[in-house]
């Protein structure tokens, strides 16, 4: 089991890119989980995904980000005209259930906005 | 939603001594309590975790304890070795969604 496998690892954009991260989560799960950390700080909930639906996105700027599960292929979380303030690393985690099932995190991606 | 308070938010002990990281939650409807370690550049990894049927629970040399009517929980290493300089996260979960205390950096002096 490759585990939940997150690219790139690192990405660099300029104000007002975008950015495009990936996550594909371990066999058999279906439940996707985005979290955002900065710097020395904790770990903080910003989207849960189920296959083709967002189940809730309320730690998710509302501007700028949204996130998507299709049926087929990773999930993905996109920055659209980044700023400095969105670098950070972003970690993608998986469950194989809803309810007190552990979640398993990807490596990050470590967004860099210069 | 749910508040995970963790303290301390650094811990420095002597290799050998055992350390403490200590967690309130605000939700009793939280259910599920697992802690993970970190190492610098890494990824969160799940070391331990308890629901709340159970008071108790121990792998080797770290252990876990909920106290369901204070909304506590903790977790003990004890024998600390330099392997074990990470930040712990402790975290709750209630529905499907996991809310993480702010980390405590656990240094072990050789």
């Known amino acids: 089991n490759a585990g939940v496998m997150q690219n790139p690892r690192h990405l660099v954009r300029r104000r007002g890119q975008e950015a495009r991260l990936r996550c594909s989560p371990m066999k058999g799960h279906s439940h996707v989980y985005w979290y955002r950390q900065l710097p020395e700080e904790g770990l903080k909930f910003m989207v849960y995904l189920q296959k083709e639906n967002i189940i809730d996105e309320s730690g998710m700027p509302k501007e700028r980000f949204s996130a998507e599960f299709p049926k087929e292929g990773p999930s993905i979380l996109r920055i659209q005209q980044v700023v400095r303030g969105d670098s950070a690393a972003y970690f993608c985690?998986?469950?194989?259930?809803?309810?007190?099932?552990?979640?398993?995190f990807g490596n990050g991606t470590r967004l860099t906005v210069t | 939603g749910e508040n995970v308070e963790q303290h301390p938010s650094t811990l420095s002990v002597q290799e050998g001594d055992s350390a403490v990281i200590k967690c309130t939650y605000s939700d009793s409807a939280s259910n599920y309590f697992p802690w993970y370690k970190q190492e610098l550049g890494k990824r969160p990894q799940l070391i331990i975790d308890?629901?709340?049927?159970?008071g108790e629970k121990k792998d080797q040399r770290i252990a876990v304890t909920l106290n369901k009517t204070a909304k506590h929980f903790s977790l003990h290493i004890t024998e600390t070795q330099p392997e074990d300089s990470a930040v712990y996260f402790c975290a709750a979960h209630n529905d499907y969604k996991l809310s993480f205390g702010a980390g405590t950096t656990v240094t072990v002096r050789a």
């Open positions: 985690a998986s469950s194989p259930g809803r309810d007190n099932s552990p979640l398993h």
């Open positions: 308890i629901r709340s049927n159970v």
